[in-house]
């Protein structure tokens, strides 16, 4: 079965880190550029950080500049997502996704909840709580 399934997600507080993992089952990231999306309640879902399937390249969301940081490892087939200084407002599902059709990360991150995403992870709660 292809899949995306994500994990790390949970309760923390304010100022707080936590790292969620993304990993690939049934097939291999390597030639995918990878994206982690999040939907907060009431909000529509949006790019929050993606990384290249070509040189590694970066993109992040402003207002989570400075705080996250993608990365992936092609040997384990796994991309993470560490969130540092975590605020009330990153509450949000985070999902990760998969794209043979974007290979630069700002083009999935913007473009993404349109079109091109060959594959969605179910998506994992964060919530930054006191």
């Known amino acids: 079965q292809l899949q995306l399934v994500e994990s790390g997600g949970g309760l923390v507080q304010p100022g707080g880190s936590l790292r969620l993992s993304c990993a690939a089952s049934?097939?291999?990231?390597?030639?995918?550029?990878i994206g982690w999306f999040r939907q907060a309640p009431g909000k529509e879902r949006a790019g929050v950080s993606c990384?290249?399937?070509?040189?590694?390249?970066?993109y992040y969301e402003d207002s989570v500049k400075g705080r996250f940081a993608i990365s992936r490892d092609n040997a384990k087939n796994t991309v993470y997502l560490q969130m540092n200084s975590l605020k009330p407002e990153d509450t949000a599902v985070f999902y990760c996704v998969a794209s043979r059709r974007f290979t630069f990360a700002q083009n999935l991150c913007i473009m993404g909840n349109v079109y091109g995403i060959d594959y969605w992870g179910k998506g994992t709660l964060v919530t930054v709580s006191s």
């Open positions: 990384i290249s399937s070509t040189d590694g390249s970066t």
């Open positions: 049934g097939f291999t990231l390597d030639g995918y550029t």
